[in-house]
């Protein structure tokens, strides 16, 4: 039995003989009475810098990682079905952020890229994954996948929008219609990789899996060496059999682990403070319980439906800054934009968002999510590219520069936050044919990209033909 398996399977008989807490009470009493008092032990309340979107402190970013810490190891992690608790020791703890590698590798040959640990201010690149599963119409599947990864400066890992159908019929989560899509999905993504000369890309799980039964229906086309599983826990600090599942199936496959969790400002870990101390938490769990090779977790505005504003932008840049200055962990970090695409705001949000989550120290991101991922066939490779464009250009940025440049930018588009535009359809904006974006949106793409240049954002052109 290897390391992986054991560690495994140790959080897994956890799940039915840890102390037992009903997901109410969880809820409603242990997470938000656990968070108020270490936020308060540790002088951490009303914290958040509404002026300064972008933390630039190091001391309280420190002090946010030891209350973390605090958090992680008081409350461990709930597992929902068993109403059971998974806790961790500190001893755990500490050896898995020893023993963690600070580098992996994804994909294979030509395509093989590093993911590395990054520290705040790192000017390593970062790794751009895309794109976040919005859902796209059957038969535009594999032309918006061949564009989205056609420049191999820009998109490192591809994790695919999600289909609208199989087949022509209707999917359906947890029933059979998804286990088929699992493969349908895998087999249409090696035909747009091979289509873009990028055979060996890595896949990042199986991006409409509702349900497990969605990723172990594609674990035999997407398994092996450089490709990775995903799976995302329940908010907050939960985790459930069908995460387990997928952690199963990259054993199974040898794939890498991707778990998540996210942190909602507004849900029950409270205010922008609370969500980033159980962020932190969540980073440290998830890569103790589940044995991760890296996490994808983050903060979300639940009341904006995104994750762009400033106490989303102020709670991430905490969160991921001290996890990145007290550990080597690997971690994804996403923005969750709001503007659709062929909009001002999306580039703005997807800007200012990706630059924060840069400078702050993340080592990828899954991106774009353009009109917050809710409508069918808004997406387009040209949100893509300019998500890979901005998080690799401002590698090597100090925060304050990325400070000002937010502060900035901000007002260009905040108040539209609530009701954001949802922009262009992908066959309005975007020349699939011919791979590039309509006059319009090529036109939008240089203004921005000069105004942003102009305020001292260190954008590189990195593909020719725009």
Not at 13 to 42: E, F, H
Not at 359 to 375: D, F, H, N, Y
Request: contains cysteine.
């Amino acid at each position: 039995m290897s390391l992986r398996t054991e560690k495994i399977l140790r959080s897994l008989d956890r799940a039915y003989n840890g102390p037992i807490c009903s997901v109410k009470d969880w809820d409603t009493k242990v997470i938000p009475q656990t968070i108020r008092a270490i936020l308060k032990k540790y002088g951490l309340e009303k914290t958040c810098d509404l002026e300064n979107p972008i933390n630039c402190d190091d001391d309280l970013a420190d002090q946010f990682f030891r209350a973390g810490w605090e958090l992680a190891l008081e409350l461990g992690m709930l597992n929902v079905e068993t109403e059971r608790i998974i806790k961790i020791t500190e001893e755990e703890l500490i050896d898995t952020l020893k023993h963690k590698p600070k580098e992996i590798t994804l994909g294979n040959g030509s395509d093989q890229v590093i993911l590395k640990a990054r520290k705040p201010e790192d000017p390593t690149p970062p790794l751009l994954a895309a794109s976040l599963g919005i859902v796209v119409s059957e038969e535009l599947y594999v032309p918006i996948v061949e564009g989205i990864v056609k420049y191999k400066k820009l998109v490192d890992v591809l994790h695919g929008p999600s289909l609208a159908t199989v087949y022509g019929r209707k999917i359906r989560s947890g029933t059979p219609y998804e286990t088929l899509m699992g493969g349908y999905e895998a087999e249409l993504r090696r035909e747009a990789l091979w289509r873009a000369g990028r055979p060996g890309m890595a896949n990042t799980g199986i991006a409409g899996a509702v349900t497990e039964y969605g990723h172990l229906g594609g674990a035999s086309a997407i398994g092996g060496p450089g490709n990775v599983t995903m799976a995302l826990c329940p908010v907050e600090l939960k985790t459930n059999f069908a995460v387990f599942h997928r952690v199963m199936m990259a054993i199974n496959n040898n794939m890498r682990i991707r778990a998540g969790g996210f942190s909602y400002i507004g849900g029950y870990a409270g205010p922008p403070e609370g969500a980033a101390l159980a962020n932190i938490a969540v980073d440290l769990l998830i890569a103790t319980i589940l044995d991760s090779d890296y996490t994808s977790s983050y903060v979300y505005d639940i009341q904006l439906l995104g994750n762009c504003g400033r106490k989303a932008l102020w709670a991430n840049s905490v969160a991921i800054q001290a996890v990145s200055r007290n550990t080597n962990l690997i971690r994804n970090k996403i923005v969750n934009e709001t503007g659709g695409p062929c909009t001002d705001m999306f580039m703005y949000e997807a800007a200012i968002g990706l630059m924060n989550h840069c400078v702050s120290g993340a080592s990828k991101t899954t991106q774009p999510r353009s009109a917050g991922g809710k409508l069918t066939d808004y997406l387009t490779p040209m949100e893509a590219w300019w998500c890979g464009e901005v998080f690799k250009s401002c590698a090597g940025m100090t925060r304050k520069q990325a400070n000002e440049i937010a502060k900035k930018v901000l007002p260009k588009y905040e108040e539209r936050l609530s009701n954001p535009p949802k922009g262009k359809s992908v066959l309005e904006c975007f020349d699939l044919k011919e791979m590039r974006p309509s006059p319009e949106y090529h036109k939008l793409y240089l203004d921005i990209r000069k105004e942003l240049i102009d305020l001292g954002m260190p954008l590189d052109k990195v593909y020719e033909e725009l």
